[in-house]
């Protein structure tokens, strides 16, 4: 355990950052950068990206691995320098002002870093009084946020024994000892079952409706599209997209055309007929998607175009596009 700098560090994931301190008048906007670059070596990871999240809002970066998502969240925090490029968070520059950015942020990253020697009770404590809080005002913040994230009955544990959505859960309450008016979630459901993930979901729209800014990283696009107001797609380095999810499917379609194939040898051609602008593809189903706006003309121009002997295909149904068509068809057209 090591402090410097205002913030206190409590293991690789997890930064508790003290408490708030003074704010710069915002124009609100919670988070702004532009053209923030970054590369390690000869591999350039950022190359100049762009983000403007309100107060008080779920913003939600999206992008496959190596995208470039925890490289943004660590220079947004100030734990890395950008090479190129400026950003503010809670109305202060994460290059000049690191210490007011820390006293105003908190970060969550991918695992929980907890105390498992200790209960939950003692976590929270703990971090309350490296937050500068009184041993009666550590208590009593441990106490709300115990029952804030219903894990009262387990306050009492050590932290060894709880299951990965508890101990995800009081990380987060870990998180919020301090009061923070921006949150970093890098990638908050990573490991936890569905069960798991649905209460952290009613978690952070809970912190959302309190008022607090979330920025929010993930690969679950179900996540981003329940949770966040606007959404940004990062790819190499780029972003590529932005804007509320409604906004993102209709960039593909407004519908989505699902083919069932009646063979391997029938799928293949139709993978061949569509290909370039496949949205969903299952090997094992023999199942492809393709965007459709929807209407009967064009759904029937479509089937006769692939199948015109009608021997392919064995069934088809048209439904809403999902940000995993969104997805997939951006990312594969910026590589």
Known sequence: MTERDGFTRTGPGHLNLGQAGPRAASPGLAVEASGLAKSYRDVRVLAGVDLRVPAGTVFALLGPNGAGKTTTVRILATLVRADDGVARVAGFDVRRD????RRTISLTGQFAALDEMQTGTENLRMMGRLSGLSRTAARQRASELLGQFELTKA???RVATYSGGLRR?????????????????????TGLDPQSRLAMWRVIEGLAASGVTIFLTTQYLEEADRLAGRIAVLDAGQIIAEGTAAELKRKVAAQRLDLTAASRAAFERLVRHFRGALVHQDDVSLTLG???????AEVRALLDQADPDRSLIAGFTVHSASLDDVFLTLTDSAN
């Open 98 to 101: 690191r210490s007011q950015v």
């Open 155 to 157: 306050a009492g544990r």
């Open 169 to 189: 859960r009081l990380d987060i309450a870990a998180s919020l000892v301090g009061g923070p008016s921006v949150i970093f979630l890098d990638e908050p459901s």
């Open 290 to 296: 393709v965007p459709t706006e929807g209407d009967a």
